[in-house]
């Protein structure tokens, strides 16, 4: 199989990881540029490319830039019907397009938050936002274990495009902030993350699972 | 030939399938052993793993694997000793021939009552910090001898004082930077500054410098 393009998404790259898995799940192959985060990106052919500056960012062979990794990863889904990644159906489709955007915005968003408030990058550190990031969070992980109490997959009875962004996801947040309690409330979504993450195709991109004993807190510098 | 729900939903808890994390023969077994679906209010995660593999009705003669992990499910052993079903984790899952059943079982119940013993036998962990505690005396004229001294005269369960140096602040004052280990469900800090503060001829105030999970 031919590369369809240039993509720019670093193995280890969190906001990467759902645009990963999905070329490694359709077996899709991609020309992968030599790209050093922060350095790449403020070039001026990057951005004569990709204005924003940011990845996951993709090229296709004709010329076409698509940023977002949201975008393209269901343009990678669609490109490999036969995955199953993107559902036949239209219903089906707007409801991992639904799943996908929920978790990027309320799970993996509030994940990402967290971690940096509890490094100090957004100001002074505030208790009572660190808890309201923490409870939005909670909730929409709540939502989706809820969804998964009688559900193997997210849509349908199949892998989908929507298990690889929570999976993606829940990487994140249970290396930092789902602590032994916090994943002892939502054993749906832990099953399904041990499920998506030993897939075949996606056993090494995900590699030693890891779990956070205690949810990152913030440490006062002295 | 019937399967043992409650086991069945014991295990599906923190299971997506039987065996591994993909549909097998395991499932298949038990499956086709089960005549209805699973009543969900009762068994909530059995019923979510029923309507998958059923899902799977096209390939249950091709999907992978063996039988065996299922059969643990359907031997219809209801009586399996309490305490291996409650260990459902720790335990191998590996069914035997139906005519070695009670044997399996028997070591089985053996082996878990082995590692319960050994388990709790194991020495809890203390959770221990280790901690740098700066210490202002009042002026350059203070005995900076006699302040460690009353510094280390506060002897607590579980606080044990380590290596100690004088640091200068500034105008010919020293602080005095002491290293300590704790227990931390024995000793709180806060009662121990406090302590030391009650030394006043000496001590005008402790701040805690750095603390570490030991």
Redesign the interface.
Same mark, same amino acid.
């Given at each position: 199989m031919a590369s369809i393009g240039s993509l720019y998404a670093p193995l280890g790259h969190l906001r990467a990881r759902t645009v990963n898995s999905t070329v490694a799940y359709a077996g899709l192959k991609v020309d992968r540029p030599v790209y050093t985060h922060f350095q790449d990106n403020k070039k001026s052919d990057f951005l004569g490319n990709f204005p924003h500056g940011k990845i996951p960012a993709f090229r296709s062979n004709s010329g076409v830039s698509i940023v977002e990794g949201a975008a393209i990863a269901r343009y990678f889904a669609a490109l490999a019907p036969e995955s199953g990644l993107l559902p036949k159906s239209l219903e089906d489709q707007a409801l991992v397009d639904q799943w996908c955007h929920l978790i990027e915005t309320e799970v993996f968003d509030n994940t990402l938050l967290t971690w940096f408030i509890c490094q100090g990058k957004f100001g002074p550190y505030s208790k009572e936002t660190h808890d309201i990031v923490t409870t939005r969070e909670r909730r929409a992980i709540g939502t989706v274990n809820q969804h998964l109490e009688d559900k193997t997959y997210l849509v349908g009875d199949r892998i989908t495009l929507a298990d690889l962004t929570l999976a993606s996801a829940m990487n994140f947040a249970l290396a930092k902030t789902l602590d032994t309690e916090g994943r002892a409330k939502y054993p749906n979504v832990v099953k399904h993350f041990e499920m998506v993450s030993t897939e075949p195709s996606l056993k090494e991109l995900f590699g030693k699972i890891e779990y956070a004993e205690k949810a990152i807190e913030y440490q006062s510098p002295n | 030939m019937s399967a043992n729900l409650q086991k069945l939903e014991n295990h599906l /808890?923190? $299971? @997506?399938?039987l065996e591994?994390?993909?549909p097998s023969q395991a499932d298949v077994h038990v499956f086709k052993a089960i005549s209805s679906a699973p009543d !969900?209010s009762a068994y909530?995660h059995a @019923? $979510?793993?029923y309507?998958?593999i059923k @899902?799977?009705a096209a390939e249950h003669g091709s999907l992978a694997g063996s039988s065996t992990a299922g059969e643990v499910f359907t031997d219809g052993s209801g009586n399996t000793p309490a305490v291996a079903a409650e260990d459902d984790d720790e335990v191998d899952l590996f069914g035997d021939d139906d005519d070695e059943d009670a044997e399996a079982e028997r070591v089985k119940a053996e082996r878990v009552a082995a590692y319960n013993l050994k388990k709790s036998a194991k020495p809890k962990t203390i959770a221990k910090s280790v901690v740098t505690l700066e210490v202002k005396p009042w002026d350059d004229t203070t005995n900076m001898a006699g302040l460690e001294k009353v510094v280390r005269s506060v002897e607590w369960d579980g606080l044990v004082w380590g290596s100690s140096k004088l640091v200068p602040v500034g105008y010919g004052i020293n602080k005095l930077q002491i290293t300590l280990v704790i227990e931390d469900e024995k000793i709180s800090l806060d009662e121990l500054q406090e302590k030391l503060e009650e030394f006043d001829e000496y001590i005008m105030s402790t701040d805690v /410098? !750095?603390m570490q999970k030991l």
């Open positions: - | /808890a923190t $299971r @997506s399938y591994g994390y993909t !969900a909530p @019923s $979510r793993w309507t998958h @899902s799977y /410098a !750095a």
